[in-house]
């Protein structure tokens, strides 16, 4: 109320009416951050002990809303949404944005073996293998390069490839070096084998292939 005397002494009143209300939602103070994450992390936790500051005195209560998924197993986001409520109703909402992708580098599950063949027989194709973190079934494929070398000692390059249920590319390539043996014909390759993936990622393994003369000259005629 208001009061107002003028000189004379006659008094007025007025009055005023105040409405205090809270039209302001709480504001998350520790929302989890999004992040990117490899698809081999199994079972990533929610997080926990959420707070929401609100600009009024009074409870705030915090509700975990669940989980959204989309996409497939080889990129996908997961959505997750949690509410602040204050005790007048006003809702604010915390989203985190969690992507789930591929990103690791093939490994060779086996070390390519060391072998000794005889220098007239065929080359055998011995296949690297290469596992994924995330795809079971990977197509293996390879180009031969063109030989250099003699007809004592020579060499190329092998060029595999394999390829996940994603469709991302691992180009596996190998590189040879030679060392003369004890006698002609013979020698030894260091063959070492680098798989890349899309991303850059690098593993490699080596093998060492030893090429010698093990047969025995044959006598034709006797004199």
Do not use: H, K
């Not at 990117?36 to 959420?50: H, Q």
């Not at 020579?154 to 180009?171: H, L, N, V």
């Amino acid at each position: 109320l208001y009061r107002a005397v003028d000189g004379c002494g006659n008094p007025t009143i007025a009055s005023q009416t105040i409405n205090v209300n809270d039209t302001t939602a709480p504001v998350f103070s520790n929302c989890p951050d999004s992040f990117t994450t490899d698809c081999s992390i199994e079972g990533i936790p929610v997080a926990d002990n959420l707070e929401a500051i609100d600009n009024c005195s009074g409870d705030v209560a915090i509700i975990y809303l669940g989980e959204v998924s989309e996409g497939n197993a080889c990129y996908t986001t997961l959505t997750r949404t949690w509410s602040a409520t204050d005790l007048c109703g006003n809702r604010s909402e915390c989203v985190q944005t969690i992507t789930v992708v591929d990103e690791t580098a093939p490994v060779f599950s086996e070390q390519q073996a060391s072998y000794t063949y005889e220098c007239s027989a065929e080359i055998p194709v011995v296949q690297p293998t290469a596992t994924d973190n995330c795809s079971e079934n990977i197509a293996d494929t390879y180009v031969d390069g063109d030989a250099s070398g003699n007809s004592c000692a020579s060499s190329f390059a092998r060029t595999w490839t394999a390829t996940d249920e994603c469709g991302s590319d691992f180009t596996l390539t190998s590189a040879d070096v030679s060392a003369a043996g004890d006698c002609a014909g013979s020698y030894s390759v260091t063959r070492t084998w680098t798989a890349t993936d899309g991303c850059g990622n690098v593993s490699t393994a080596s093998q060492t292939i030893t090429v010698q003369d093990v047969t025995a000259p044959v006598i034709s005629s006797l004199p």
